[in-house]
């Protein structure tokens, strides 16, 4: 059955917030490397990829996550996952059209699909001229020269879930988008392996992907642990670092380089206390690169980097 042995979703594609103040919101996402504006009741923010909308959020007293978006494959798969569960395939009234399927996973998470999206034109995005490390040296007789980016984030690259039944939630997630486990975290429990999470990926056949589009979390709690997107480079990640700093927002955790997928990250609070990550440099796979199990040394630990949790 389409949905179980293959992919029907290219990406993560947005996530949609209330918020408690939405200028107060836009500064801090103007800040944080976003292009964005308020419209109709609604702050859009984009990166400088072709989605016309990567960040949602609309005004309300109680700040919370209202839903993850992702990007169908087609029209058929869309179709394909709303029919499974019964929900009617929608206009979606968002920048860039298309259609929308609305879902709900079994922690109450708002899951929304979106297929025939219009793209938008792309914005430059953060570059620079070679980098001379200490191996190669690809800039000779010149000095480094930085583009004037349009944004500084690219797109949404993964989400975070806390859900509070693991394998129903994977299964779930599996049947409508094929996703499959890059690494699983084993903890032993009086003798017993038992899974804390995992990380999965999206299932494109050979074309890679990121290690993970969304991380599972087994907790007492379903909730939002983090957002994460991608920067161009080290540089871009940094120069966001300074100037979040700069601007007085709450730093989380960073800077360092996971051990489970390999990314750079550094992890902000915003003013109402979400996290979102800016990250760079992830490991890529495709189908054919299987899934391990890892333990909780290498979930927490990192490459380089500060001691502690994201989050925090």
């Known amino acids: ?96 059209g298309g259609l929308i399927a609305r879902l709900t996973d079994p922690n109450g998470f708002s899951v929304e699909v979106v297929a025939n999206l219009a793209d938008s034109p792309l914005l430059t995005p953060a570059s620079r001229s070679g980098l001379n490390d200490g191996v190669e040296k690809l800039r000779l007789g010149e000095r480094v020269t930085f583009v004037d980016a349009d944004s500084l984030i690219k797109r949404l690259g993964h989400v975070v879930l806390m859900v509070t039944d693991f394998n129903e939630t994977l299964e779930w997630y599996q049947v409508r988008f094929g996703l499959l486990i890059s690494d699983e975290i084993v903890i032993d429990n009086e003798g017993k392996q038992e899974t804390l999470g995992a990380f999965t990926r999206c299932n494109r056949g050979e074309k890679y992907v990121d290690h993970h589009t969304l991380f599972f979390i087994n907790a007492d709690q379903a909730g939002f642990n983090h957002a994460a997107f991608e920067v161009t480079n080290w540089d871009a990640l940094m120069t966001s670092h300074y100037a979040l700093l700069k601007a007085g927002h709450r730093h989380s955790f960073g800077v360092g380089k996971h051990i489970l997928g390999s990314q750079t990250f550094d992890y902000w609070k915003d003013p109402d206390g979400f996290t979102l990550e800016h990250f760079t440099d992830g490991d890529l796979l495709n189908e054919s690169s299987g899934s391990q199990k890892r333990g909780l040394e290498d979930l927490l630990g990192t490459h380089w980097g500060p001691d502690g949790m994201p989050g925090q």
């Open 1 to 96: 059955m389409l949905g179980e042995t293959v992919g029907t979703i290219k990406d993560v594609l947005y996530v949609r917030f209330s918020v408690t103040d939405l200028q107060v919101q836009q500064q801090f996402l103007e800040d944080f490397g976003f292009k964005s504006e308020i419209s109709n009741g609604l702050l859009i923010a984009r990166g400088t990829d072709a989605s016309p909308y990567i960040y949602i959020a609309e005004q309300s007293s109680d700040p919370a996550l209202i839903s993850v978006g992702f990007a169908a494959e087609s029209e058929a798969a869309l179709r394909h996952i709303a029919a499974t569960d019964g929900v009617p395939v929608e206009a979606n009234d968002l920048p860039g």
